[in-house]
């Protein structure tokens, strides 16, 4: 299973990284506007199989143009395994647009959740991978707007009293008003090397980070715990002509709020719930 998760998951980098490599090398001469975001987490050797697991992915890719093109695609891609156990979940945002008056989204969202019965006097743990790439280009950046941003981690929880154990979060942001954040942060249980590299200067910016670690908590009492991993990525680019300018802002603010609502209320159902 797990090599069938590593086939998967390097057919699809290998897909993303084509297409995002064919766009740049055609995008000069074009007046191209990109965003990509990208984000991986994989969990394996687990000290015991889950209980009871639950999967979810959502996609949104909205484009809307009038005078220029643009193309929005988003994936994702969850899984998580009782034989072996073995945890999987992918998120693949990415915009491409050309010319003016276009306004472009794509949104991806991946949640894992797996219900554990740890007895008293025992190690729960599990080793992880995870990374996230964001990239975004413009030509002109008096007119072209883009971002890319990405989030992904997971928390142990206690189901008796919704207690977060531990956790590791993963957050980063791309904007061509330079606006850039990339951070990342862990309780004291969770263990990892990493491995980062950005550029946020110029018309291509790119942060990309790798991580390798585990997770070891010890309970001294019987307890029901749920891993949560979340793995969300969202590109968007806009280029507006006065024309379309009220129409592209209202558009973007109905679509925005609506799908702000849809995630908060999902994350909430999946961090909350006990089954």
């Known amino acids: ?92 945002s990415q915009v491409f647009g050309k010319n003016t008056g276009y306004l472009g989204l794509g949104e991806s969202e991946a949640i894992i959740r797996g219900i554990f019965d740890v007895d008293k006097n025992t190690h729960f743990y599990f080793n992880f991978s995870a990374d996230l790439d964001l990239t975004t280009f413009i030509n002109n950046p008096q007119q072209e707007n883009a971002s890319a941003n990405g989030n992904l981690g997971f928390a142990l929880i206690n189901l008796v009293n919704n207690k977060v154990l531990d956790y590791f979060q993963v957050d980063g942001t791309l904007t061509t008003t330079s606006n850039d954040s990339f951070t990342y942060q862990n309780s004291n249980n969770v263990k990892f090397s990493t491995f980062t590299k950005s550029d946020f200067d110029g018309q291509k910016k790119f942060t990309t980070a790798a991580f390798d ?63």
């Open 213 to 275: 670690g585990y997770l070891n908590h010890y309970f001294h009492d019987k307890t029901t715990i749920a891993l949560v991993a979340l793995n969300s990525t969202e590109s968007r680019v806009a280029v507006p002509v006065p024309s379309m300018f009220p129409a592209l802002i209202f558009s973007w603010g109905i679509i925005s709020l609506g799908l702000k609502r849809k995630r908060q209320k999902s994350s909430e159902t999946c961090l909350l719930s006990k089954k």
């Open 1 to 92: 299973m797990k090599q069938n998760l590593e086939f998967t998951k390097h057919c699809l980098l290998l897909a993303t990284s084509l297409l995002s490599i064919s766009v740049f090398a055609d995008s000069p001469s074009q007046a191209a506007t990109i965003a990509f975001s990208q984000g991986n987490l994989l969990f394996t050797k687990f000290s015991q199989s889950p209980s009871g697991t639950f999967t979810r992915t959502d996609t949104n890719a909205i484009s809307i143009s009038q005078d220029g093109s643009v193309a929005s695609q988003a994936d994702a891609i969850a899984f998580l395994g009782v034989t072996p156990p073995v945890g999987y979940n992918f998120t693949s």
